[in-house]
């Protein structure tokens, strides 16, 4: 149900995006190009410019690789009693800078350097923008120069009046405000769900979230703008820095929520790898804010993560030949990463539909919800499935304590009616003798009394013990166990193997019935929480006065030192350890599994 509402405020939001209709009139139809390798003075430049002889290049597409020449627009602007506004829509400059040509004189308005000004929090939008004065007398033109090194820079430019330009920067932010509560509202509700159920790892997918924002506040220029314009080391190395931080919290949630046997351990160590290389990356970070340096960290850091990236897909995509995880997640895992690499090859032409240009422009982000919204449904659908497996599984386990109650009782009740038949077979014949002794007085009648007595005393400290303690055999006991053990198979995913071997052996009826649920609590409780695959029940005599149990599991394990004694079920089952009189020994590390090995006396007197 949740995943339908997102999906249709998904949809919501994107038809809204592209109903915006493109620019009446094309800035592209007017603007003149020329580069040089030379730093050339604004005069030459306009001279140039004036006099046609310097080649010329049209904008035809929306990317161009700058590389290091110097790039000069010239945008005709038509006399106006109201202002224009010219707008580069691109976040990340090396240098621009705007001259006012009038024909009488050359006007330099501000320059902006996004590595070492940060002029963005003086203006009231996320990208460069120069107001160009009103001018109602004579045409003008703008002369704009930028460098931006090597990079693939996005030359999309718009000139607008005032209306025109408030009206495009109020649309994208209403855009941009949709997606931001979409991902803050994923949040908020990966949050309450992780605590209500339990599941902690899904916060690091939650935090995997808040970097995802932090990414797009980033990109599309609102961060600069609104939150770190002065703060120079986080304008620069934010993006890189969140995206290191994702793929640790991708990589650990992965290593914790994803259920792996023993023969998928190098499945889950390849995520844990791969978590663990990140940790150094963000170290260097530190480094690098305390120390400076490390200018092209960024790039090596890239390619890093670019290879953990490809090779946890493979992974994915190993999981799912097993069956671990559905196949929807690795379409899901695998579609950021498509989008990155189909957007770093579509370059929309300037006269293309604006939602052609705005969807190339924000493919990634796209792609990112879809992943998002996959993950969440799998996040939802494995927690609320385990939920409804460990309902079932206690609802067998407590029919079988009752059925296994009923058993015990009916042979206690077998008991005492054997008892009760001794009682009325041997106590009656010794009664009617002493009758008919102390009846007719004879010869020896003391003597023959006191023989009564001494079987009658003897017959009754027999059947006394007998209905202390009857005794249950270990056939019975054992039949039980593999019946609650099989049960538990056929409706769970995990493997449950089991070893009790006794060689004539008696236990008494509550030792059984202690065993019996200390058995039954142990299993359900890893079910439920080890995400085990394999658990191994084994019970055996050790000797002739001692009864060994040892439940194991191959799951996520746990710190025993900082468990909460109350915890676990660890509370119920040392207790029933105690009234035995036994012992119970714990081993556990994270993500190596758990055993719990029992040892009890056998005989009461122990």
């Known amino acids: 149900m949740i995943t339908k509402i997102l ?21 592209y139809d007017k603007i003149s190009v020329i580069s040089s390798e030379k730093n050339l003075s604004i005069n030459d430049v306009a001279s140039k410019f004036n006099n046609d002889n310097f080649p010329k290049e049209k904008i035809n597409h929306i990317y161009k690789k700058l590389g290091n020449k110097n790039w000069w627009f010239r945008i005709p602007i038509k006399k106006s009693t109201e202002n224009y506004y010219l707008t580069l829509s691109s976040s990340y400059i090396s240098y621009g800078k705007l001259y ?23 203006f009231f939008y996320r990208h460069p923008t120069w107001v160009i004065p009103a001018n109602s007398f004579r045409n003008t033109e703008a002369l704009l120069n930028i460098k931006n090194g090597g990079s693939r820079t996005r030359l999309e430019f718009h000139l607008e009046t005032n209306n025109q330009f408030l009206k495009r920067t109020q649309l994208e932010y209403i855009q941009f405000g949709l997606f931001l509560a979409f991902l803050t509202s994923m949040i908020i509700i990966l949050l309450y769900f992780s605590i209500l159920k339990k599941e902690y790892s ?41 995206q290191t931080v994702a793929v640790f919290c991708m990589g650990y949630f992965y290593m914790r929520f994803y259920t792996f046997s023993k023969k998928e351990i190098i499945s889950k160590n390849i995520f844990r790898w791969g978590t663990y290389v990140t940790i150094p990356l963000i170290i260097l970070y530190l480094y690098k804010y305390l120390i400076g340096g490390m200018m092209y960290l960024y790039i090596y850091v890239w390619i890093i993560l670019k290879i953990i990236i490809l090779i946890w897909l493979i992974n994915h995509i190993y999981l799912v030949r097993k069956k671990r995880i559905p196949s929807y997640l690795v379409f899901a895992f695998a579609l950021p990463i498509i989008s990155l690499i189909v957007s770093q090859g579509i370059n929309p032409k300037n006269t293309d539909s604006y939602s052609w240009i705005y969807g190339t422009a924000n493919i990634f982000y796209i792609a990112l919800v879809i992943e998002i919204l996959c993950f969440t449904r799998y996040i939802f659908s494995s927690v609320i499935k385990s939920q409804k497996q460990y309902t ?44 008919l002794r102390l009846l007719h007085k004879s010869e020896g009648t003391p003597e023959k009394i006191q023989e009564i007595l001494d079987s009658f005393y003897n017959e009754y400290r027999y059947l006394l013990n007998s209905l202390y303690s009857p005794k249950i055999n270990s056939e019975n006991f054992t039949d039980n166990l593999i019946e609650f053990i099989n049960k538990i198979n056929e409706v769970s995913n995990n493997i449950i193997k089991h ?17 019996y649920r200390i058995i039954s609590e142990l299993i359900t409780n890893a079910i ?50 105690k009234e035995m009189k036994g012992t119970l020994d714990i081993n556990s590390t994270n993500n190596n599994g758990s055993s719990f090995i029992i040892k009890i006396p056998k005989n009461e007197e122990n």
């Not at 999906?7 to 800035?27: A, E, G, M, R």
């Not at 070893?499 to 065993?515: A, D, G, M, R």
């Open 202 to 242: 899904v916060l690091f997918y939650a935090v995997y979230i808040l970097c995802m924002i932090i990414e797009f506040l980033a990109g599309k220029g609102l961060g600069i703008q609104f939150i770190w314009s002065d703060f120079p080391f986080v304008a620069k190395n934010i993006r890189s820095l969140s």
């Open 100 to 122: 006012l040509n009038d024909s009488d004189s050359i006007t330099p308005l501000h320059q902006i350097s996004y590595f070492k000004e940060f002029p963005y929090k003086f």
């Open 528 to 577: 439920k929480y080890s995400k085990a695959t394999e658990i191994h029940v084994k019970m055996y005599q050790e000797n002739r006065n001692n009864i060994i149990l040892e439940v194991a599991d191959n799951g996520i394990g746990f710190t025993v030192s900082n468990t909460n004694p109350n915890s676990y079920g660890l509370k119920n089952i040392k207790k029933r350890i």
């Open 499 to 515: 070893s009790l071997s006794f060689n004539n052996t008696e236990i008494s009826q509550y030792k059984c019935v202690h065993l």
């Open 392 to 435: 079932q599984l206690k609802k067998i386990s407590d029919e079988l304590k009752y059925n296994f109650q009923n058993k015990t009782i009916e042979i206690q009740q077998n008991e005492r009616n054997k008892l009760l038949s001794n009682v009325h077979d041997s106590f009656g014949g010794y009664l009617e003798a002493l009758k």
């Open 7 to 27: 999906t249709t405020f998904f949809l919501f939001y994107f038809s809204f995006t592209f109903s915006k209709q493109k620019d009446s009139v094309s800035v």
